[in-house]
């Protein structure tokens, strides 16, 4: 079992940058694949970004490739979501998910965290 807990949002201006962290908690880390998600309000959750258990294999939403990173330190139990060149439809409650495999799918997901807000002001 993990347990997972976010950092790193906030409010910023479009155009700018934030960092998420998602810091795990026992000494399983590099046993997860990772997610990052997102809820705006009013709308359904949705796929932002993950990450393989090794770090070798990514996956971008289409609405943020190019522009959001996503990395793990297994060493640190912490992984992250680099956000550049943010817009206000980036505004939003980002969580942290782990499961056994990289998927772009929430529900095969099996631990997830309490969620940052990020909002961008335009």
């Known amino acids: 079992q993990v347990q997972l807990v976010e950092s790193g949002g906030g409010l910023v201006q479009a155009g700018g940058s934030l960092r998420l962290s998602c810091a795990a908690s026992?000494?399983?880390?590099?046993?997860?694949?990772l997610g990052w998600f997102r809820q705006a309000p009013g709308k359904e959750r949705e796929f932002v970004a993950a990450i393989s258990r090794t770090g070798i294999s990514t996956y971008y939403a289409d609405s943020v490739k190019g522009r959001f990173t996503i990395s793990r330190d297994n060493p640190k139990n912490t992984a992250y979501l680099q956000m550049n060149r943010l817009k206000p439809e980036d505004t939003a409650v980002y969580y942290c998910?782990?499961?056994?495999?990289?998927?772009?799918?929430?529900?095969?997901?099996?631990?997830w965290g309490q969620g940052t807000r990020v909002t961008v002001s335009s």
């Open positions: 998910a782990a499961g056994s495999t990289i998927t772009t799918i929430g529900y095969e997901y099996n631990y």
């Open positions: 026992g000494r399983t880390f590099s046993s997860y694949a």
